[in-house]
């Protein structure tokens, strides 16, 4: 619940950048733009069909220009002050995060590993977090690989913690060799825990060659990736429930179920279910969306997304649907989308708000059941659909249940397909 003293500094600060040098810039290249059509219409009838072809397309240039210029005019940030948040807030509300993976062969079961890793092991309480993975090719290869990495899990998020690792995806933070020369614990603690990854990707490609299937992949026997009835598993959960740093949040497996005369086997669909799973189990009040191949590169992600929606509003408390992140790519070349997010996106920011950019981004479970603020009772809890989050976590009543809801998905591998 957030603290409403007034007094308390705020939890962001929107910064808004002063630009003059590049707006003079800007409008003269407008004047040039517009002084050229000009000059194209006082000569139209002098020349022929090329001259009045050439004036259309340097006028749509011209006007997407325009549009460009006005976007970014005011460009804008938004920026997030973590170390607040014990100040405002006396209990940090609940996140579900949501992982979407669709082909093994496409994505490698170890880049979704090495996803949930690193999502697992962010600097917020374990027991306010819940990673759902959501598998539309309904792979036991992908469901192993998950197990193994819950295994791992209890190593690498206490490694985490305690070193305050800022890039928390092993196969990303094991690139670098270690610094430290000296026999300390940090060596000691980092030796181990790249031997236990290395162990880890072992297990993992091999299994995909050959591998022994005990009964837990029972399930998955006799199943197609588009004929299958709904598999949910829970691959860990957290019962120690206080938040410590040792602990591991809860961690769901979810295949939803398919059929080939349907055509359910796009993103949206996967998400819709994903919503529909964790509002049985576990019903946080925000979510957060990525694709199989992202991976957290700052460890107070949660945090500084708390930090926009616990700042309460002057005209309501629910000011803010979503908070979308930037992505961040490595190993290829993406200048392009460098340039769209550092341009437009703070330019939108400065108009009136982030692109939704579907992922990378928290959102509010409000939003996503289609409620508004009408639909809010006086105490602030939603009179026809309970979106409130409840405490602990509870498995789904039966899988009968699961199959009825089934619908009729900060930095990015883009070379992973």
């Not at 809860?250 to 993103?267: A, D, G, I, M, Q």
């Amino acid at each position: 619940m957030a603290d409403s003293s007034s007094s308390l500094p705020s939890l962001f600060e929107k910064i808004s950048y002063k630009r003059y040098f590049l707006r003079a810039v800007d409008l003269t290249m407008l004047g040039l733009l517009f002084s050229l059509l000009l000059y194209r219409i006082l000569h139209m009838s002098q020349n022929d069909n090329v001259w009045v072809v050439a004036f259309l397309c340097e006028s749509f240039f011209t006007f997407i220009w325009l549009l460009i210029t006005c976007i970014k005019w005011t460009p804008a940030e938004h920026k997030p002050y973590p170390d607040r948040l014990d100040e405002r807030v006396h209990e940090l509300p609940s996140v579900d995060m949501f992982v979407t993976t669709a082909d093994p062969v496409r994505e490698p079961p170890i880049l979704v590993v090495n996803t949930v890793l690193s999502l697992l092991a962010v600097n917020y309480p374990a027991n306010k977090l819940a990673c759902y993975v959501s598998d539309d090719g309904c792979s036991p290869f992908t469901y192993f690989s998950l197990k193994e990495a819950s295994n791992f899990a209890k190593i690498w998020v206490p490694f985490c913690k305690k070193y305050n690792v800022r890039v928390r995806a092993p196969f990303r933070y094991f690139l670098n060799s270690l610094d430290a020369k000296e026999d300390s614990e940090f060596s000691r603690d980092w030796e181990m825990t790249k031997r236990e990854y290395e162990k880890l990707s072992g297990k993992v490609e091999d299994a995909t060659r050959d591998w022994d299937a005990d009964d837990d992949f029972e399930a998955f026997s006799n199943t197609k990736p588009n004929d299958h009835s709904t598999i949910v598993k829970v691959v860990w959960e957290n019962k120690g429930g206080v938040g410590d740093e040792k602990e591991v949040p809860h961690f769901v497996y979810v295949s939803r179920e398919k059929r080939p005369n349907y055509l359910h086997h796009y993103k949206a669909g996967a998400m819709n279910f994903l919503v529909r799973v964790s509002g049985l189990m576990t019903n946080a009040p925000y979510m957060l969306n990525v694709d199989c191949d992202m991976f957290v590169n700052e460890a107070d992600v949660v945090r500084q997304a708390m930090c926009i929606f616990l700042q309460k509003s002057k005209n309501s408390i629910n000011h803010c649907a979503f908070v979308q992140y930037p992505q961040d790519f490595y190993d290829s070349n993406c200048e392009e989308l460098v340039v769209l997010q550092s341009h437009l996106s703070r330019g939108f920011a400065g108009i009136q708000g982030s692109i939704y950019s579907g992922s990378g981004c928290f959102q509010t479970r409000r939003v996503m059941y289609g409620l508004s603020v009408d639909d809010l009772e006086e105490n602030g809890s939603p009179s026809s659909v309970n979106a409130r989050s409840k405490s602990g976590f509870r498995y789904p009543p039966d899988i009968t249940i699961l199959t009825k809801i089934s619908d009729t998905r900060i930095s990015e591998n883009p070379g992973s397909g």
